[in-house]
């Protein structure tokens, strides 16, 4: 007998064998008596009930065995796994070399529900080898996959997952699902691989893109609402054991419309046509920092960076906020006001009515609930901030002349508000240099406000002033016979005042009047005086 006839009779001989045992095997396995010892040892050592209505071989997507509606749960009935049918591939050599690990894993519709979330630590397959399973295996194919999470009220649907070994310590993946969240849904497509590195870790790297998503879904009714507003993101993932998780991408956010609730239910509406963010951030060790993150839309540019410590109950968050540059209308836009007292909103922003803003720093230190008790003296250093002011203009209720052209240097910290280096002017009228200290601005009835001040002042554009808003009552009313002041003062006053005050004190300061021409009710002639020098002690006497 040729050598050639001896193959052909040997590799005959070989089919018939394996062909026959696979009927054997298909025989054994499809028997009930089996499967059912089968799946109860399998629960056994995973230690979830496992059942299937059949398991038997199959030639659909070639050599494999197929389970059907094959369901999992575990003893506390923490999810139900269902997958009507289930396919284990094999390759034809690597069966006659007796290795069964199957060449692809395909799962046809399956769903999971998971009624709640478990930290018990209860036994079961071991968590941690789970992903190291699937990497052993060539593919794994999950096709039309449905995930309900009940506690957070999230579906996911069309999920489609496939996964392939591009090399012996590499696997490529490739995720599509759709997921639900409050009667809105948006797509979400992930690409990326799976790898061990020089030290034999795994790495996951992935690259993310998520369309349409409604950020009406986020309601964190504590500190923020979104009423509005659609994301689109962009962004890349690179995950280690040792390394934490890094990424960084960008989203834009069209015609965002959301809350912000502050202090005593406080709350502020915040409006764009659309918002950019580029972001940079990691996480490791239960620390979440993002560095930096840039927000911008029409008239804005901010630079973020931050950080959120989570190893403790309540998160520490670490916030540096700067712009080089912003016109007074944006800032009073954005600004945080609820988490301030009302009256900065209320009275303070309404009478500044135009004006540039620079080199913008704003810092937050703080736990949520300190955030919404920034009044409490333990929390007054949360917040701090500065900035530099140029050409501002205020315009307070029942003022005849603007405050225009108005420079200085803004210093919020430990809950006083700081002006400095202020120059201004008032019609004809030049503020030369002032200092304004308001201390305690978290209540009205303690506020307390310190002045210097050194300028020159026609006494009409300061006479026509009386009667704004912000004027103490006691002082109108102790000038109201005046008929007419007139004059040049050449000033320098220092003064304090609180809101419980019904005058000013004034220390240390000094005037020299010129020109002066006086009428006044209880003089029937007007009074004129050429030159006056005028000043109060430090004890208050004049």
């Given at each position: 007998?040729?050598?050639?006839?001896?193959?052909?009779?040997?590799?005959?001989?070989?089919?018939?064998?394996?062909?026959?045992?696979?009927?054997?095997?298909?025989?054994?396995?499809?028997?009930?008596?089996?499967?059912?010892?089968?799946?109860?040892?399998?629960?056994?050592?995973?230690?979830?009930?496992?059942?299937?209505?059949?398991?038997?071989?199959?030639?659909?997507?070639?050599?494999?065995?197929?389970?059907?509606?094959?369901?999992?749960?575990?003893?506390?009935?923490?999810?139900?796994?269902?997958?009507?049918?289930?396919?284990?591939?094999?390759?034809?050599?690597?069966?006659?070399?007796?290795?069964?690990?199957?060449?692809?894993?395909?799962?046809?519709?399956?769903?999971?529900?998971?009624?709640?979330?478990?930290?018990?630590?209860?036994?079961?397959?071991?968590?941690?080898?789970?992903?190291?399973?699937?990497?052993?295996?060539?593919?794994?194919?999950?096709?039309?996959?449905?995930?309900?999470?009940?506690?957070?009220?999230?579906?996911?649907?069309?999920?489609?997952?496939?996964?392939?070994?591009?090399?012996?310590?590499?696997?490529?993946?490739?995720?599509?699902?759709?997921?639900?969240?409050?009667?809105?849904?948006?797509?979400?497509?992930?690409?990326?691989?799976?790898?061990?590195?020089?030290?034999?870790?795994?790495?996951?790297?992935?690259?993310?893109?998520?369309?349409?998503?409604?950020?009406?879904?986020?309601?964190?009714?504590?500190?923020?609402?979104?009423?509005?507003g659609t994301a689109f993101a962009k962004f890349s993932l690179h995950?280690?054991?040792?390394?934490?998780?890094?990424?960084?991408?960008?989203?834009?956010?069209?015609?965002?419309?959301?809350?912000?609730?502050?202090?005593?239910?406080?709350?502020?509406?915040?409006?764009?046509?659309?918002?950019?963010?580029?972001?940079?951030?990691?996480?490791?060790?239960?620390?979440?920092?993002?560095?930096?993150?840039?927000?911008?839309?029409?008239?804005?540019?901010?630079?973020?960076?931050?950080?959120?410590?989570?190893?403790?109950?309540?998160?520490?968050?670490?916030?540096?906020?700067?712009?080089?540059?912003?016109?007074?209308?944006?800032?009073?836009?954005?600004?945080?006001?609820?988490?301030?007292?009302?009256?900065?909103?209320?009275?303070?922003?309404?009478?500044?009515?135009?004006?540039?803003?620079?080199?913008?720093?704003?810092?937050?230190?703080?736990?949520p609930a300190q955030l919404k008790h920034l009044d409490d003296p333990?929390?007054?250093?949360?917040?701090?901030?500065?900035?530099?002011?140029?050409?501002?203009?205020?315009?307070?209720?029942?003022?005849?002349?603007?405050?225009?052209?108005?420079?200085?240097?803004?210093?919020?910290?430990?809950?006083?508000?700081?002006?400095?280096?202020?120059?201004?002017?008032?019609?004809?009228?030049?503020?030369?240099?002032?200092?304004?200290?308001?201390?305690?601005?978290y209540f009205d009835s303690s506020r307390h406000y310190q002045l210097?001040?050194?300028?020159?002042?026609?006494?009409?554009?300061?006479?026509?002033?009386?009667?704004?808003?912000?004027?103490?009552?006691?002082?109108?009313?102790?000038?109201?016979?005046?008929?007419?002041?007139?004059?040049?003062?050449?000033?320098?006053?220092?003064?304090?005042?609180?809101?419980?005050?019904?005058?000013?004190?004034?220390?240390?300061?000094?005037?020299?009047?010129?020109?002066?021409?006086?009428?006044?009710?209880?003089?029937?002639?007007?009074?004129?005086?050429?030159?006056?020098?005028?000043?109060?002690?430090?004890?208050?006497?004049?």
């Amino acid at each position: 007998m040729s050598r050639k006839k001896e193959l052909i009779i040997t590799a005959c001989i070989l089919l018939f064998c394996f062909f026959s045992l696979l009927i054997v095997a298909g025989i054994i396995i499809s028997r009930p008596s089996f499967q059912s010892r089968l799946l109860a040892e399998l629960s056994k050592k995973v230690g979830y009930n496992i059942r299937a209505s059949s398991i038997k071989i199959s030639l659909q997507h070639g050599i494999g065995i197929k389970i059907q509606k094959l369901y999992v749960q575990p003893k506390k009935k923490e999810f139900i796994f269902f997958c009507p049918k289930l396919f284990l591939n094999y390759k034809f050599s690597e069966l006659i070399k007796g290795k069964l690990i199957p060449e692809a894993v395909i799962l046809e519709s399956p769903s999971l529900e998971i009624e709640k979330i478990s930290s018990s630590g209860e036994k079961g397959f071991p968590k941690e080898k789970l992903l190291l399973v699937i990497t052993q295996l060539p593919s794994v194919d999950i096709k039309d996959a449905a995930i309900s999470i009940k506690p957070y009220e999230v579906r996911i649907k069309n999920t489609n997952l496939y996964v392939r070994r591009v090399s012996k310590k590499a696997i490529a993946v490739d995720l599509n699902l759709n997921v639900s969240l409050k009667n809105a849904s948006f797509p979400v497509n992930a690409k990326g691989d799976l790898y061990a590195d020089e030290s034999g870790e795994l790495v996951a790297r992935f690259d993310t893109e998520l369309k349409a998503f409604p950020l009406s879904c986020i309601k964190e009714e504590d500190i923020i609402v979104f009423l509005n507003g659609t994301a689109f993101a962009k962004f890349s993932l690179h995950a280690s054991v040792s390394k934490g998780i890094k990424t960084s991408g960008n989203i834009r956010i069209e015609k965002p419309d959301f809350l912000l609730i502050g202090t005593d239910s406080q709350k502020k509406e915040y409006k764009f046509p659309y918002l950019t963010v580029q972001f940079k951030g990691n996480y490791r060790k239960k620390e979440l920092l993002f560095q930096p993150v840039i927000i911008a839309s029409k008239g804005l540019n901010l630079n973020i960076n931050s950080k959120l410590n989570l190893s403790k109950s309540s998160p520490l968050i670490s916030l540096k906020v700067t712009s080089s540059q912003m016109n007074i209308a944006m800032f009073k836009k954005i600004f945080p006001s609820c988490l301030l007292p009302a009256w900065l909103e209320k009275r303070l922003f309404p009478i500044i009515k135009k004006g540039e803003l620079k080199e913008i720093r704003f810092s937050l230190n703080g736990t949520p609930a300190q955030l919404k008790h920034l009044d409490d003296p333990a929390n007054r250093d949360v917040l701090s901030g500065s900035l530099l002011m140029d050409k501002l203009l205020l315009l307070p209720k029942g003022a005849r002349f603007p405050l225009s052209d108005i420079k200085g240097k803004l210093i919020f910290k430990s809950g006083n508000l700081f002006i400095k280096e202020i120059n201004a002017k008032l019609s004809s009228s030049q503020i030369k240099k002032a200092d304004l200290l308001i201390k305690n601005i978290y209540f009205d009835s303690s506020r307390h406000y310190q002045l210097f001040l050194k300028g020159r002042f026609d006494l009409k554009d300061l006479m026509a002033q009386l009667h704004m808003e912000f004027t103490p009552p006691a002082l109108l009313k102790a000038v109201k016979d005046f008929k007419e002041v007139a004059g040049i003062m050449d000033a320098t006053v220092v003064c304090e005042y609180r809101e419980s005050w019904k005058m000013p004190v004034f220390k240390n300061s000094s005037a020299h009047l010129s020109d002066i021409r006086i009428a006044y009710n209880k003089i029937p002639e007007p009074l004129f005086i050429k030159r006056c020098d005028f000043w109060i002690d430090t004890n208050g006497n004049f």
